[in-house]
């Protein structure tokens, strides 16, 4: 069974790009959800799409968004990027809508921006 | 608010002895504890969890986390460090009022010495 894929798996932007990230889940998982982790300030949760809808969102700006695709796979968009949003973007795939079966990651996306 | 509070931030063990990592948490309900671990330049791989069933989890790899609910406390241990353990820990609570979002520690690094 396909784990959870993200991609790319590196990138480098420069400051006042935008990046488009990918994560495709488990096959039958409806639920993904975003973290991004850095050295300082660890792993932080972004947002969660469950159906195609955000339920929740963390505290980050609004270039920070996100979708969510009928076959559940889902993307994540930065705008304007800053050197800050230098990261490893993690993704997460579940089965349920509580967490049911626990939570599944990806291997990442390292996003560079110069 | 639930959160979770990683006691150590590095942990050093010699091969073939025991090892405890620890964790405190803090929910308003009965939580859902996880413990992940991170190799470098890897994503997160999920050892074992607590979903309020048995309060002595045994996960992958000879770990076991007991839950103790009258100390809030679920620490990892294994009985005999192998080098291969050496990597990041993250002990992670769920909060699933609504939507599945995960609250991470700050990570404990575990350093095994030959």
């Known amino acids: 069974k396909a784990g959870v894929t993200q991609t790319p798996r590196y990138l480098i932007k420069t400051r006042g790009q935008q990046v488009t990230l990918s994560c495709s889940p488990i096959?039958?998982?409806?639920?993904v959800s975003w973290y991004q982790q850095t050295p300082g300030q660890g792993l932080q949760f972004l947002f969660e799409?469950?159906?195609?809808?955000?339920?929740n969102k963390g505290n980050f700006p609004g270039r920070f968004s996100g979708r969510q695709f009928s076959n559940s796979r889902s993307e994540m968009n930065v705008s304007t990027l800053e050197l800050g949003d230098s990261a490893l973007y993690l993704c997460?795939?579940?089965?349920?809508?509580?967490?049911?079966?626990?939570?599944?990651f990806g291997s990442g996306t390292r996003l560079t921006v110069v | 608010a639930q959160s979770v509070t990683q006691l150590d931030s590095h942990v050093s063990v010699s091969e073939g002895t025991p090892v405890l990592l620890r964790c405190n948490y803090s929910?308003?309900?009965?939580?859902?504890l996880f413990w992940y671990v991170q190799h470098p330049n890897k994503g997160l791989q999920l050892l074992l969890k607590?979903?309020?069933?048995?309060?002595l989890v045994k996960g992958i790899n000879g770990f076991e986390a007991e839950f103790k609910k009258s100390e809030t406390s679920f620490h990892l241990t294994k009985p005999s460090a192998h080098m291969s353990d050496a990597a990041e820990y993250f002990c992670v609570v769920s909060v699933s009022e609504y939507g599945n979002k995960l609250v991470f520690g700050a990570g404990t690094i575990l350093r095994v010495k030959s």
């Open positions: 929910s308003s309900y009965s939580p859902s």
């Open positions: 997460a795939s579940s089965l349920g809508p509580n967490g049911g079966g626990g939570y599944t």
């Open positions: 799409y469950f159906s195609e809808t955000q339920r």
């Open positions: 607590y979903t309020s069933a048995a309060t």
């Open positions: 096959s039958g998982h409806r639920s």
